[in-house]
């Protein structure tokens, strides 16, 4: 009997085993939706009464092109705003702002929107000031403005 088991195991091995495969591909992706954020945005800008400009300055970071346009609440034409008291006083104030990567000023109320390229951090700063005199007579109190900044991307 062992040389049945011994042939036999002899044949099993003597044959070629030849395998079989089979292959299939599966595709991967991941879809990443456009953003555009805020950071690094002034709280407050407290004008100073002798006239001289204040500066305050924001980010903003996007992972595609974008296009960029400022306002004011209060805007006056050009690139003049107002600000007010409770009374409805006002005071002019001069505004400006300039992206400081390539130091283009952004248009301010009116004008097309300033395209920009994106998949970076672009900094900006604003510049405001007074720009009518403050008297010994003009009104205590306090005068505002809200400054508004729109990204569209």
Not at 8 to 22: D, E, K, M, N
Not at 65 to 94: M, R, V
Not at 126 to 133: E, K, Q, R, W, Y
Request: with cysteine; glycine share 6%; proline share 5%.
């Amino acid at each position: 009997m062992k040389k049945i088991i011994f042939a036999l195991s002899a044949c099993i091995l003597s044959t070629p085993i030849f395998a079989a495969t089979v292959t299939s591909s599966i595709p991967m992706s991941v879809e990443i939706a456009k953003q555009c954020s805020f950071s690094n945005v002034a709280t407050e800008i407290i004008l100073k009464e002798d006239g001289s400009a204040t500066t305050a300055g924001y980010s903003v970071t996007c992972n595609t092109p974008y296009s960029i346009f400022t306002d004011n609440a209060k805007w006056n034409g050009g690139w003049n705003s107002y600000i007010s008291n409770a009374q409805g006083e006002q005071l002019k104030t001069g505004v400006s702002t300039t992206a400081l990567q390539d130091g283009v000023l952004l248009p301010i109320h009116a004008g097309s929107r300033l395209n920009r390229p994106g998949y970076s951090v672009d900094d900006y700063v604003i510049s405001f000031a007074v720009t009518d005199p403050i008297t010994p007579t003009t009104r205590a109190g306090v005068y505002t403005d809200t400054y508004l900044v729109d990204v569209e991307y």
